[in-house]
């Protein structure tokens, strides 16, 4: 058997780290974050059951990892729209939206959920692995606005509660009406008490579910967390790690920095077009995919299937039927509910059409695959 | 957990049952408990040509590939295909899930490999569960 993993000394972690670790979860590093990828099988976890229950009923998710930028003052929205290839002119408050933060070559700084909290007030959600990048980016991008730029991401225990029964899950710890908060919108409540708790109906998940913002301290996050375990018994609430978040996530086609998007990928070849307002007259990176439009994309995001036995993972080769390599894989995994093989990948546009043969290159043999429509999954919908 | 006394273990965490000439292989509690889920589970043809130490094989969890390495010489004479429909039988039961059936080439070989006993220590000082 292969090497196991072990944590760097200078590793982060959240407030909830202990927590995690008491109740046996495998840990990982992930972005300098020692975070849990799964919970265990005694406890009736692992990364398949945690997927299904997100699926089926209910999971909740430590995201603290994440960071929180707030953006505030009478200039908040035009600094935003700035930065910010969505319109945030559309959110009314207590609406989000997901977005991307650009370089002025159209690529990608960030991915970002953006909530409008008041008036002139702004909440953008960002990776884990990009807060300090992203905090600068946007301090340094904004100064001519007349806006506060805080940096609030060590300020909040972030939990993500995903599934069917999320919504009753959470209902029960909260005065909020959630049955009034459609998705992507927030409210404010009390949630286990806690007054004035950030309540935003989002997640990475392709399901329905919330995402709680509350104080940082380990104490209180234990609590909410513990609180949460409770009350989702009844539902069979599991915890669930980095693992079954990215099988979940690639299942719904939501794509992870670093992978589908990044520093040298523009918004057309990852096909984030409907994200991207290009009518807004201004924003970093319109021109240059103004230009990138005109002359066409050389390459696009598409989701593969495994036809022939195999798994293809992050960073494997993407062939023709005729063997000559075309693109990459930039996410692979086994896919738990669907109970199939799949991949996102960049090849060539001629590539593109559903069903169209390809392989991928596993272990120096190409293996089977076809194109398939995206999102691979997605959620039922509800009966009125 | 207390490793079966009928067999032979390597620090890459497969087991080696030798019967004369002839042996059968698998990977350990251990190994699936540290994989987690096992989804995958690829293995040499018949008639294949093992090296000791050499890789004869992957099996897959959700999140990774892991080789699976040859505890000693030999030629492959059986492969266990339901591995290849149910791999989570190795999850359930690591210990009689076995994967390839071989002929030795030097059955002395299985002799220098860790006891049950030291195979115990050396997991438990890995930092192992």
């Known amino acids: 058997m292969s090497a196991v993993e072990t944590t760097a000394p200078t590793v982060r972690k959240t407030a909830l780290n202990a927590v995690h670790r008491q109740m046996g979860a495998k840990m990982v590093d992930f972005n300098g974050w020692d975070m849990p990828v799964e919970y265990p099988a005694s406890i009736g976890c692992g990364i398949i059951n945690e997927h299904m229950a997100v699926r089926t009923?209910?999971?909740?998710?430590?995201?603290?990892?994440?960071?929180?930028?707030?953006?505030?003052?009478?200039?908040?929205?035009?600094?935003?729209?700035?930065?910010?290839?969505?319109?945030?002119?559309?959110?009314?408050?207590?609406?989000?939206?997901?977005?991307a933060l650009l370089y002025p070559q159209g690529t990608f700084v960030d991915d970002v959920i953006v909530h409008r909290l008041g008036e002139d007030e702004y909440l953008l959600v960002i990776n884990a692995g990009t807060r300090e990048k992203d905090f600068n980016w946007v301090r340094d991008n904004t100064r001519q606005f007349d806006c506060a730029v805080e940096n609030l991401s060590d300020d909040f225990t972030q939990i993500a509660i995903q599934g069917p029964k999320g919504v009753n899950t959470l209902q029960k710890l909260t005065d909020a009406d959630l049955s009034a908060v459609k998705f992507y919108w927030i409210t404010r409540g009390t949630v286990c008490g806690l007054k004035n708790i950030l309540i935003a109906r989002t997640g990475y998940t392709a399901e329905d579910g919330f995402e709680i913002y509350i104080p940082a301290d380990e104490a209180t996050s234990a609590q909410v967390w513990n609180e949460i375990l409770s009350a989702g018994k009844e539902f069979n609430l599991v915890p669930c790690g980095l693992g079954a978040r990215n099988?979940?996530?690639?299942?719904?086609?939501?794509?992870?920095?670093?992978?589908?998007?990044?520093?040298?990928?523009?918004?057309?070849?990852?096909?984030?077009?409907?994200?991207?307002?290009?009518?807004?007259?201004?924003?970093?990176?319109?021109?240059?995919?103004?230009?990138?439009?005109?002359?066409?994309?050389?390459?696009?995001?598409?989701?593969?299937?495994?036809?022939?036995?195999?798994?293809?993972?992050?960073?494997?080769k993407v062939l023709d039927s005729g063997g000559r390599e075309i693109g990459y894989v930039t996410s692979g995994s086994p896919a738990p509910f669907l109970k199939k093989n799949i991949a996102l990948a960049y090849v060539p546009p001629e590539f593109g059409a559903v069903g169209t043969s390809v392989k991928v290159e596993i272990r120096g043999q190409g293996v089977g695959a076809q194109v398939v429509p995206t999102p691979f999954y997605k959620r039922p919908k509800k009966k009125p | 957990m207390s490793y079966p006394t009928d067999r032979k273990y390597t620090k890459q965490h497969e087991w080696i049952q030798a019967n004369g000439s002839t042996a059968t292989i698998g990977i350990t509690d251990h190994a699936q408990e540290a994989l987690g889920d096992i989804v995958f589970v690829e293995l040499p043809k018949v008639g294949a040509e093992l090296v000791a130490g050499k890789p004869l094989g992957t099996v897959e969890s959700v999140k990774a590939v892991s080789d699976i390495y040859a505890p000693a010489s030999g030629t492959v004479t059986e492969v266990n295909g339901e591995l290849a429909s149910s791999p989570e039988a190795v999850n359930k039961d690591a210990h009689s899930s076995w994967m390839v059936k071989l002929t030795l080439k030097n059955p002395g070989e299985v002799d220098t490999l860790l006891s049950a006993a030291d195979y115990e220590k050396y997991v438990a000082e890995e930092g192992g569960h």
């Open chain 1, 57 to 99: 009923s209910v999971g909740i998710f430590d995201v603290s990892h994440m960071g929180d930028i707030r953006l505030a003052g009478p200039q908040a929205l035009a600094a935003v729209q700035h930065i910010s290839m969505n319109d945030a002119s559309r959110l009314a408050v207590g609406q989000a939206q997901y977005s």
């Open chain 1, 247 to 316: 099988t979940l996530r690639l299942e719904g086609k939501m794509p992870l920095y670093g992978h589908e998007i990044s520093d040298t990928i523009n918004v057309w070849e990852a096909g984030l077009d409907r994200f991207c307002k290009m009518e807004k007259p201004e924003f970093i990176g319109r021109a240059a995919l103004e230009k990138a439009k005109a002359a066409g994309v050389k390459r696009t995001l598409l989701g593969l299937e495994m036809t022939e036995r195999g798994i293809a993972r992050d960073g494997y």
